[in-house]
Nanobody
Framework: QVHLVESGGGLVQAGGSLRLSCAAS????????MYWYRQVPGKQRELVAT???????NYINSVKGRFTISRDNAKNAVYLQMNSLRPEDTAVYYC???????????????WGQGTQVTVSS
């Protein structure tokens, strides 16, 4: 059993900052890529940022230069530092991790419960 628990969402004014955290716990052999997604009601879930096990990161164009994804492998955690927030960043943010089972050595993806980020204008 694996659980991903997110924290750090909230309400912030445009131009402000928030830091999201996501920690994985449970039956874990290894964590490969980790991700942050976001979803607005009525729209598809959108991939925001990705970080590989070696630390290589990728972002969608709309957040480049404003958001930074990072990870702490010792803590099985991934973070999203969000600066210069805009009203259009308002969404529920989800973390995802590709986790290898210690018993089967099979990789599967796991999701956090989501955390609301609201940016007021």
């Amino acid at each position: 059993q694996v659980h991903l628990v997110e924290s750090g969402g909230g309400l912030v004014q445009a131009g402000g900052s928030l830091r999201l955290s996501c920690a994985a716990s449970g039956s874990i052999f290894n964590i490969n890529a980790m991700y942050w997604y976001r979803q607005v009601p009525g729209k598809q879930r959108e991939l925001v940022a990705t970080i590989s096990s070696s630390g290589r990161s990728n972002y969608i164009n709309s957040v480049k230069g404003r958001f930074t994804i990072s990870r702490d492998n010792a803590k099985n955690a991934v973070y999203l530092q969000m600066n210069s927030l805009r009203p259009e960043d308002t969404a529920v943010y989800y973390c995802r991790a590709d986790i290898v089972s210690p018993t089967t050595h099979v990789e599967d993806d796991y999701w956090g419960q989501g955390t609301q980020v609201t940016v007021s204008s």
